[in-house]
């Protein structure tokens, strides 16, 4: 299995920050110097508009995060912020994941985080690894597992460790990452927005 795409070398590719980041922004804009751990940094889209709003963040970039031994980074964090690192793996790659995030919030800490959903055009293509984890064969991409949900197994997924706020579906062809789909821009791709808050 390959890894995901790591961040990008094009400035062209940079955007503006994920629509979740700009929420936890908001819903953070008074606790100034808040601590933020952020799982994927891909292009530092977030990162850059997360420190800009004055906020303390703390990253582990894709590569580190994909390795068995990245670290728990502690239990003082407010929030943690996940738009890309969450879609890839298989399903029990992405349940470890999970764990390990809840471990590193405070109680009340909140998580916002992308999840792929069972209704992108990618379910069921290219190689499969289990029953909601997919390869593609062809593009950036190939060969990198990714799992994909509906609401019944994102909500148990996430349920022992997190109280859910929110779970939205979205079309993000035009909001997910353009320098990880350089070859083959995404067509059709659906993603959940979740938000949730550490028990």
Known sequence: MSQAPHSPRFADTFAAAHP?????????????GARILEIGTGSGRNTRALRDAGFSVVTINDARFASPDAPAAGADF??????HALLHGDSETVAHATRRIAWALKPGA???GTFGSSRDARFGQGQRIDDCTF?????????????????????ALLEPYFGVESLEEHDVDRVAGSW????R?????VHWFATARRR
């Open 78 to 83: 407010a929030a943690a912020i996940s738009t």
């Open 135 to 155: 390869a593609p064969l062809q593009g950036d991409e190939r060969g990198v597992p990714h799992v994909y949900f509906n609401e019944r197994r994102l909500r």
């Open 185 to 189: 821009p995404l067509s059709g791709a």
């Open 110 to 112: 909140w998580l916002y």
């Open 20 to 32: 979740l980041a700009q929420r936890l922004i908001g819903r953070l804009a008074n606790d100034a």
């Open 180 to 183: 990880a789909h350089r070859e």
